[in-house]
């Protein structure tokens, strides 16, 4: 190509995508959107209401208007239809609990990757201290439901398509694995009246997933099993989900378990497990390569997969058949057939 041609552009907006990045987390977590969810406002009120200086309110609120996350008409600010459904925290559909967790840990610890690559070591809480993970965010009531609501808000969208796609009319009942809010058992109990099952997580989980669950009408088909994984065998279970678990280990513990997996289903039963796979020639799911980063900075062990290396740890732990399905964005699911 001739050099002429070339532009620097797509390198720069890339490194200095943290100006649009952190510009929306402050957003939310001034709770903006939730504040003109109660109608359009003028630039002073919303200023009050939120708590800004006057000097930088104006450049912020516009940023997000030129972003796309806020529109400005005459003088009163108001959410777009977007924002609006999902940035309110006072409406179910709300996803931002991935951006509060995104802008109060992940952003700070992001700033340690080079140490990271260079180390192999975690940057978060764990930092040297050889922690599990869980157990040092659940030790905290705010940090465990500030996760729960950030896992929720990451995979809501997969969670509606997975309800809908996958041939539950063949099965009678599920087990989601790590569970975490509940949000996919939900899903899949709202979309298909005749499934009952369970989410499975460790004990301190319960009490939010069932809030949850009862909030969206589904308590009487869907209900909490506490436990550990590691020490317990899977519930029984028709079909067996495991959404974002298989990534958070190394990978002696994925084909335990994708084994426990295997135990847990009849003949012809289903497991599903849901990630942001990364595609099989390593080269396009970008998200999916940086989400496996963001193992490297929470975890000791963990990353993230090709379909090609799930379908084969699949096969070794004895199911009869396996298969990818793109869902949304980034993420696919691959489904094992016993
Ligand atoms: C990354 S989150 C995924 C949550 C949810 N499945 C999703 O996709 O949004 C991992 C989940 O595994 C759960 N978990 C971690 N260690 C566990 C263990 N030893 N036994 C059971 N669940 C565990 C955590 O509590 C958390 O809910």
């Known amino acids: 190509m001739d050099k002429q041609q070339l532009t620097p552009e797509n390198i720069l907006q890339t490194g200095m995508a943290f100006w649009p990045a952190k510009t929306l987390l402050c957003a939310v977590e001034l709770g903006i959107f939730t ?19 006057p000097r930088g309110a104006r450049d912020f609120l516009d940023a997000l208007v030129a972003l796309g996350f806020l529109k400005r ?22 996803v931002g609990g991935i951006l509060e967790m995104a802008n109060r840990r992940l952003y700070p610890i992001w700033n340690n990757l080079t140490e990271a690559l260079r180390t192999g070591e975690p940057q978060n809480e764990c930092k040297n201290n050889e922690a599990d993970l869980f157990e040092t965010l659940y030790a905290d009531p705010a940090g465990l439901k500030e996760f729960l609501s950030a896992m929720t808000g990451i995979s809501h969208a997969a969670n509606s398509i997975i309800a809908r796609i ?15 809010q509940g949000d996919l058992a939900v899903q899949i109990a709202l979309a298909n009246p005749h499934m009952r099952g369970l989410g499975f997580d460790r004990p301190e989980v319960g009490p939010i997933f069932e809030q949850y669950a009862e909030t969206t009408g589904v308590a009487d088909r869907v209900v909490f099993m506490p436990g550990n994984f590691f020490e317990d065998d899977l519930p029984k279970a028709d079909v067996v989900l495991m959404g974002h678990i298989l990534h958070d280990w190394d990978l002696p513990t994925k084909k335990m378990l994708i084994g426990k997996a295997f135990d847990a289903i009849p003949p012809g039963g289903a497991f599903i497990v849901y990630d942001a796979i990364i595609d099989d020639e390593r080269s396009r799911n970008a998200h999916g390569l940086m989400m496996s ?46």
């Open 293 to 338: 980063l963001n193992m490297l900075i929470e975890t000791p062990g963990g990353f993230d997969y090709t379909g090609a290396d799930c379908k084969e740890w699949m096969k070794e732990a004895g199911f009869s058949s396996a298969r990818l399905e793109p869902l949304i964005g980034s993420d696919s699911i691959v489904i094992g057939i016993k």
């Open 35 to 53: 504040e003109l969810a109660r109608g359009p406002m003028s630039l002073d009120t919303l200023r009050e209401r939120v708590g800004l200086h």
């Open 166 to 180: 996958f041939p539950w009319k063949d099965y009678q009942t599920f087990a989601d694995i790590g569970t975490a």
């Open 73 to 94: 008409e005459i003088d009163d600010y108001s959410n777009t239809p977007e924002t609006d459904l999902f940035l309110d925290r006072n409406k179910l559909s709300y």
